[in-house]
């Protein structure tokens, strides 16, 4: 049986003390400092302290070990049990130096009193005073691929699919596209990309290029090839002009369409360097209905101020949302 390695960053043998993103079938140029981002406690990665061949490579496969039910490797309840024993072992030296030294044994957490609730937990999971890692906090989305993340309003969802495999978010409400009923349309969307034009020199180029295609995918002729909203009938520019997003000098391009069906919309692309080590250009692009059902213009700009590197503090947290 073939045992895919799933997409996630690698250690890079040809760049030392950098990883690389693997795709899930092939090397990507993304690369980032080995400790770009804090690690959070989790399954055992395959390849993730293994050397990468020079030259790249899928990630090499777990030590054969045999593997247990589900394709795990067998050796991972031994790492972890063995991280657990080194865990306990440390307590037991703090306690007995903290103690005095006079001998006393450190009694183990069942035998304290103290609530399970207040015990330390296991790998992978998160106690009481535990911050849970960015992917679990519902009031972020998070574009792991290119070291993001962006604030989600209020009343949006976290789709775990869509049919372009971009990092999405939109309004958890749906209703049938005006221009075709057998589909369903979303009254806000917004994406977070590597951008497609990597030969351009600037931000600036990259959003002008983008937004004819953030609009045309939005509300013209769709990746299935549908006119969800009978297609662009004319679009007139509202704003181009340099940003600053996650720290970096970015530029960000606003147009208003409108359709042959609908009310049209507002599509925005905003373009910047990746906060990675590979220096990318990341797109984001939103696509905002007009008329009463759409979402608050000013959410563009609300979302675009509160994109952050991934590990940045002022990221925000569960609860944190931004409002209509």
């Not at 035998?111 to 992978?124: I, L, N």
């Not at 181009?240 to 359709?259: H, K, N």
């Not at 692309?269 to 990341?282: D, H, I, K, N, R």
Request: hydrophobic share 35%; proline share 11%; glycine share 12%.
């Amino acid at each position: 049986m073939t045992h895919t390695t799933p997409p996630g960053w690698y250690p890079d043998a040809g760049l030392p003390a950098t990883e690389r993103w693997w795709d899930g079938a092939a090397w990507t140029a993304h690369t980032r400092p080995l400790d770009a981002v804090p690690q959070q406690p989790g399954p055992h990665q395959p390849g993730s302290h293994q050397a990468v061949p020079h030259g790249f490579g899928p990630p090499p496969p777990a030590p054969a070990a045999g593997r247990g039910p589900g394709g795990l490797p067998r050796a991972v309840p031994i790492a972890v049990g063995a991280v657990v024993a080194v865990a306990l072992a440390v307590t037991v030296v703090v306690t007995v130096v903290n103690s005095g030294g006079h001998g006393r044994t450190a009694q183990s957490p069942s035998a304290t009193g103290v609530p399970a609730s207040h015990q330390a937990t296991a790998a992978g999971t998160h106690g009481p005073n535990t911050a849970a890692p960015p992917t679990d906090d519902p009031s972020l989305l998070v574009d792991e691929l290119n070291g993001i993340t962006l604030p989600v309003p209020a009343g949006w969802e976290k789709p775990t699919s869509t049919v372009d495999d971009v990092t999405t978010m939109r309004t958890s409400h749906s209703y049938e596209c005006p221009g075709d009923s057998a589909s369903f349309c979303y009254h806000g969307t917004v994406t977070s990309r590597t951008a497609d034009e990597t030969e351009l020199p600037s931000a600036e180029a990259v959003a002008k290029a983008d937004i004819k295609d953030a609009a045309d995918s939005s509300y013209d002729r769709d990746l299935v090839g549908d006119l969800n909203y009978d297609g662009i009938t004319s679009h007139t520019r509202l704003k181009s002009q340099s940003v600053v997003v996650a720290g970096r000098t970015g530029y960000l391009v606003r147009w208003r369409v409108r359709t042959g069906a609908g009310p049209g919309g507002y599509v925005q692309t905003v373009a910047f360097p990746s906060s990675l080590g590979s220096e990318s250009m990341v797109v984001v692009r939103f696509a905002f209905d007009a008329g009463p059902d759409g979402p608050p213009l000013g959410g563009m700009d609300t979302i675009t101020s509160g994109i952050r590197p991934i590990g940045d503090a002022t990221s925000g947290g569960v609860g944190s949302r931004i409002g209509h």
